[in-house]
């Protein structure tokens, strides 16, 4: 049962409902006319704020749920409609511009990441990571980029490539009978480097019906301090969950922890098939004081323990702005909190909300420490893919401490760059170590990975050192192989590695790529540039915009990345 709360969370509640209809009546600006409505949907969503009005408000979300089900206005077409909170409070719900920011009280934290360079393979042959499946970076970017920033003010932290590429799907095939991945390579032409290749690997999972899926023990862990108060934070979790509730059956058991100054168990071990009482429990939440998100954290597994599934998807889904100010605060103190409960079983995947205080940092070091995965949510309709389209892979996982390790021939290549993956990077010797951690992959998840590559000549060209020598091995010499990748993995509940090993090479190679391979690399480019990368090559975004121009963008979402490609051209005149 929800259990009842204090005077304190009534009266805030109810100052909380006086703010927001004192901000329905200043909602009462210009309406939106059809000439401003030329960007994608989600444009007009962040950008309209008090000026747009609830009529014009639902006039848009008309349009784009008639957009989205008409195929001949595809073109135009939005994930999802404007969430219902945005159309209640007058189109300031989420709306970025809904509220003025003030640059100078901007604490959001990113960690500095040095782009990856590029390796001799006569000296370093081997290149090993850890894999990846969030997705946060490019949601948070399209954050900057509808709120009308100017490209070269976005955090270069902000920017990690691999979470760009990743968040979009790709026509993989899918694993053989007995593996877990489909492994998929294709070797061409660099678009932003005539002179070099680009390799595209990708790993696909067989993707599962959720309803078929094991039994499920979920703990929602919902921050209600009061920094979570704007109406992009709680007010957007709150919707968000109620999607996902819509997902659950009674194989399901939902429980819900809230925190700010202290915790509380609003719900425990109920049935997914009870949606009606899940559903008044999320949205009886009211944001206010403190943020001990530590006890939170601790008392949310505590729960997970207690209604613990043996074999089942046990799991924390802990949704916050990531600005903990009370109880353990440290990064690493976080950490190894994280890593203690993760031992007993237990996933957490993380759910970033919010701007102006925003821990990336601190959010990404959660998920990674709880072998979970990590989105940030920006809209309604980003809760919709992670929580809807997406959720059986971000919820059931397939393989854990996935590491990946390519190995350059040189007779084909002699210098390479991985992009992306800065903070995924592994020792050589920790590929085969089991006790070292990396990442999960879920059902029906794929990661991609992109080499820029510097082609070998036609002799092999040594490292030209004095005391060592350096020689193509007959296997080198006689090959197709550019590379060779190789893949150790575990099964979710499993402490022992497995090894896959796959050849990729001149078979893979092609002089016409495929629209998939040239989007990736779209999207690649478009990341680089918003990195200020030095091996962008002089390209611009207006570069990127004539690549996917040639594309077939044949999704909602790559249609959404070329506009914001018109965006950031507009916003950086």
Not at 140 to 159: E, M
Not at 443 to 456: C, K, Q
Request: with cysteine; charged share 25%; proline share 3%.
């Amino acid at each position: 049962m929800i259990k009842k709360k204090t005077f304190t969370k009534n009266f805030m509640r109810i100052l909380a409902v006086s703010m927001a209809v004192m901000t329905l009546f200043a909602c009462t600006g210009k309406e939106v006319a059809e000439d401003e409505n030329e960007h994608h949907p989600l444009y007009n969503y962040y950008t309209a704020g008090p000026s747009m009005t609830m009529s014009s408000c639902a006039s848009m979300s008309a349009a784009a749920t008639t957009s989205s089900a008409s195929s001949a206005n595809a073109s135009s077409a939005s994930p999802t409609a404007f969430p219902p909170s945005y159309q209640k409070y007058g189109g300031t719900a989420f709306g970025y511009g809904a509220y003025d920011f003030d640059e100078e009280f901007n604490t959001e934290e990113y960690d500095a990441l040095a782009e990856n360079p590029f390796k001799n393979v006569s000296l370093s042959p081997l290149s090993t990571f850890s894999a990846d499946v969030d997705t946060a970076s490019y949601a948070n970017i399209r954050r900057f980029i509808y709120s009308n920033y100017d490209p070269k003010t976005i955090p270069q932290g902000a920017v990690r490539i691999e979470e760009m590429i990743n968040y979009f799907n790709y026509d993989y095939d899918g694993p053989k009978k007995g593996e877990p991945f489909g492994v998929n390579a294709e070797i061409s032409d660099c678009p932003w480097e005539k002179n070099h290749k680009l390799v595209r690997i990708g790993l696909q999972t067989e993707k599962i019906d959720y309803a078929k899926a094991k039994d499920s023990n979920i703990v929602l862990l919902i921050d209600v301090s009061g920094s979570m108060y704007s109406f992009n934070k709680l007010p957007l979790v709150q919707e968000s969950f109620c999607m996902m509730v819509d997902n659950l059956s009674k194989k399901d058991r939902v429980s819900i922890v809230t925190y700010a100054s202290g915790n509380e168990t609003v719900l425990e071990g109920v049935s997914g098939a009870d949606k009606d009482t899940i559903k008044e429990a999320i949205n009886s939440l009211t944001a206010y004081g403190g943020t001990n998100g530590a006890g939170g954290i601790e008392e949310a597994y505590r729960i997970a323990k207690e209604n613990f599934i043996k074999d089942g998807n046990n799991r924390v889904i802990i949704a916050t702005d990531g600005d903990f100010n009370l109880g353990i605060t440290s990064e690493s103190e976080l950490s190894e909190l994280i890593k203690e409960k993760a031992e007993e079983g237990i996933f957490l995947s993380v759910l970033g909300y919010g701007m102006g205080n925003y821990s990336d940092s601190r959010l990404e070091t959660l998920a990674d420490d709880g072998n979970g995965n990590y989105a940030y949510i920006d809209s309604a309709a980003e809760a919709k893919k992670v929580l809807v389209e997406e959720f059986g892979a971000n919820m059931v996982t397939v393989a854990k401490d996935v590491k990946l390790q390519v190995e350059f021939n040189p007779a084909y290549v002699k210098e390479y760059r991985l992009l992306g993956y800065e903070d995924r990077m592994l020792n050589t010797e920790d590929f085969e170590d089991d006790t070292k951690d990396a990442g999960e992959i879920g059902a029906g998840h794929s990661v991609t990975v992109l080499y820029e590559i510097v082609p070998a000549k036609n002799s092999f060209e040594g490292a030209g050192l004095k005391y060592q020598t350096s020689s193509l091995t007959d296997t080198a010499k006689n090959s197709d192989e550019w590379l060779t990748l190789k893949i150790r993995y575990k099964a979710p509940a499993g402490d022992v590695s497995n090894l896959l090993e796959y050849s990729i090479g001149k078979k893979d190679v092609t002089g016409v790529p495929s629209d998939d391979f040239m989007f990736a690399a779209a999207v690649a480019e478009f990341g680089m540039i918003l990195r200020r990368s030095e091996y962008v090559n002089g390209k611009d975004f207006e570069h990127v915009k004539r690549v996917l121009k040639t594309l077939n963008l044949n999704d909602d979402y790559r249609k959404e990345l070329a506009d914001m490609v018109e965006v950031c051209i507009e916003n950086s005149q």
